[in-house]
């Protein structure tokens, strides 16, 4: 063990509860990071099983594993990953219709004002193609093609990216062989106290059925819904936001795969909330997130089970959660992650980025023994208006809807956080895409759902129609023919990951 000299106040251990995506993340970052410089210790129960569930991503999460300088061939090996384009919607603004969520952007920007701007005109006039058209992971995504995105800005290949969807499991005993080989080690055993200085309030270690005691500096919860540290020891309080969001259950089941291995995530409306479909290269993911008060377990069940599309693996598993977040996730010497520190329901993949961003965040504010209050606050600031960022663009999803049904209804008809409201206001008046700060989702992520979703706003910009000289709609044209031209001669996607898995 380190032992720290005279008035030295670095951290000399800190201590990981639970393992699971978010514990061994955290584990595989911080280890990677300080290299030696204190010692890593995950605390993990094989009696407590974990989620897992969070099986589909978002870009960022390639920035993760650069950092840990993991190959990407071995990551899709080992996890056995397939990438991801981006997310199918189908029934979300009525049944029938669908469109997609791309990861990039729209086309070439060929003027000073948005591209989007030109498309509405055309909208409104009844002359434009799908604004999916105009998307370059969409033309991939719906042919089954993927390769890896262009580095020239000039090209159309540029304008796309990716993130992947893998085995939850082996994504952690993945980076638990990483963390390892960086120094971090593994206890096994199950918490059944947490000691506490009586001055100042701070973790000083916890203790396990078997007996053993693991004290450390600085402690991260990874405990999942339970909260073992930070909720039910330190007693720090919940934001629900339930009344915006009403799903409050998710039943989820794997099976075997039938088709093709589409290289994107489809989510899929049903009468009280929806379903999700994740292609892995040995099985398709499967849950339906729904509301208990319109809908029953069974009854969930029942619909999830009726449209698998292969045979079932294991047994149908029941979540029961409440959406919203911690109201800190840093006290003293003590930090949530993941599911200790919120949840945010699994319609934009977001769960395993608010873990990455929060480790991130934790080393760019990393504390000594004395956990400096005012790290802690900021810590607090920029994580609070990320999950509320995140938070408002989910309801979006529900509340520009026309679907029948009780819980849409009341989605459809409930009041919007102010930003929120502001923001869709602005949009319906001009196809203006404004925003309150920094997040996670930039202007072609919203303007996908607000159009998607039968969100057309009566105007545009009136500056395009003091740009006759461009030539928007053949512009527009010949972007979509691009797109489609050059979809057609990537490899498919299937042939990619065999391509990586190979070696």
Known sequence: MIRPEAGDRALRRIVIVGGGSAGWMAAASIAHTVRGGCEVTVVESDEIGTVGVGEATIPPIKTYLQRLGIDEASFVRATRATFKL???FVGWS????RYFHPFGTYGIGFDSVPLHQYWLREALAGRAAPLDDHSMAWGMARRGRFAQPSKDPQTVQSTFDYAYHFD???????LRRHAEGNGATRIE????DVRRDAATGFVTAIGLA?????AGDFFIDCTGFASVLLGRTLGTGYHDWSGWLPCDR?????CEGGSERQPFTRSTARDAGWQ??????????NGHVFASAHMSEDEATRTLLGSLEGAPIGAPRVLRFTTGRRHSFWRGNCLALGLAAGFMEPLESTSLHLVQSGIQRFLALFPDRDCDPLGAREYDRLTGEEYERIRDFLILHYHATARDGAMWSHCRAMTL?????YRVAQFRAGGRLVSPGPELFLNASWLAVLIGQDGLPGRYDPLVDQRPVVDAAGRLSRIAALIGETADLMPRHEEWVAHLTAG
Not at 250 to 254: E, F, H, K, L, T
């Open 250 to 254: 998710a039943v989820a089941i794997a």
């Open 189 to 192: 055993g199950r918490v059944v």
């Open 94 to 97: 009525r049944p029938g219709r």
């Open 168 to 174: 939850a499991g082996l994504f952690a005993q993945f």
């Open 86 to 88: 981006g997310i199918e």
């Open 276 to 285: 999700w479909r994740i292609p892995l290269q040995h099985r398709i993911g």
């Open 417 to 421: 956080p102010d930003d929120l409201a």
């Open 210 to 214: 078997d007996g053993q005691e693991v």
